[in-house]
């Protein structure tokens, strides 16, 4: 009780702290849609097919590529048939513009979608910022594609679920992804919440040499080991974030969601239908814990 009451005057502090951050935010305007007008989510968000995605599906890894909206639509919507029970939603990305101060960053701002709003959990937020993990940094999320291109969906597939965004800087150290992994095990109950790891993969090869490095990719993330895992470098060839697949592979280790599925892994010179491009992007999607 006496530790309780010597921590209660700064737990009011970053109450009242979140609370202006989220008055603030208010008076803005939401982050714009990304990256195409309304009419054209209407029309993405409305395309034909769905992925069979198992239920307890409770972490995946997906795209944030703007080529992949067909393929995110599809998988979007298989997750969200199998695991109507969602109440939480965390996306975590790369900071891709190494925007912002911290290294681990979230967010207050609404996203504006083609269904209306989508406003971060007011409750997570402060959560987290308690926690001293992250800090809250709006203006590293208008224009974080890794966060944006998934709000869309979020709000048309989860449209009850509250929202946590997180952003990880290159240089996040394994101990800060790690100490995330156990705050989000901690303060969100793993049978409703669905972790989301937004990576695209190999970048501006061929798709030969792509596949190449994917394979050995995906034979790391099949070890769930971490230590296998390629080490976080801003210039990683392997994939846009290797701190947001530390986080993703760290959180099945702890929850035991072991059950591994490749949905789909593509490449944008398939999308495009051009095999001899020489600069690429691939992508994975992956689902954890599912049971088909």
């Known amino acids: 009780m006496i530790g309780f009451k010597k921590i ?21 305007s939401p982050i714009p849609i990304y990256p195409f007008e309304k009419i054209n989510w209407d029309w993405i968000l409305g395309l034909e097919g769905q992925d069979k995605i198992g239920t307890n599906t409770r972490v995946a890894i997906l795209p944030h590529d703007a080529l992949s909206h067909k393929e995110l639509t599809m998988f979007y919507r298989g997750l969200a048939v199998a695991n109507s029970e969602i109440e ?24 504006q979608t083609a269904d209306g ?41 989860f449209p ?19 100490a995330l ?33 994917d394979a050995k990719t995906l034979a790391q993330i099949k070890t769930m080991e971490l230590d296998e895992l390629p080490a976080s470098d801003v210039e990683c060839e392997f994939l846009d974030s290797p701190a947001t697949l530390r986080a993703v592979i760290g959180y099945v280790g702890v929850v035991g969601g072991k059950v591994l599925s490749v949905v789909r892994h593509d490449n944008t010179a398939e999308i495009r239908n051009q095999p001899r491009l020489t600069s690429t992007t691939s992508h994975f999607y992956i689902t954890f814990g599912g049971v088909l």
């Open 8 to 28: 209660l005057p700064d737990l009011v502090v970053v109450g009242l702290v979140v609370f202006g951050l989220v008055m603030v935010s208010r008076l803005q």
């Open 88 to 111: 939480n939603v965390v996306v975590i990305s790369p900071n891709h513009f190494e925007t912002g101060a911290a290294n681990i960053q979230t967010d207050t701002r609404q996203f």
């Open 117 to 157: 709003e989508l406003t971060p959990s007011r409750q997570l937020v402060q959560q987290l910022l308690i926690s001293g993990l992250g800090k809250i940094e709006n203006s590293t999320f208008e224009k974080e594609h890794g966060i944006t291109m998934q709000a869309e969906y979020i709000k048309r597939f």
């Open 160 to 178: 009850e679920s509250k929202f946590l965004p997180i952003v990880l800087k290159a240089n996040t150290t394994p101990a800060e992804v790690d």
């Open 181 to 213: 992994v156990l705050w989000l095990t901690n303060n969100l109950p793993t049978e409703n919440t669905l972790v989301l790891g937004s990576i695209d993969f190999s970048h501006y090869l061929t798709k030969t040499q792509a596949d190449i490095n």
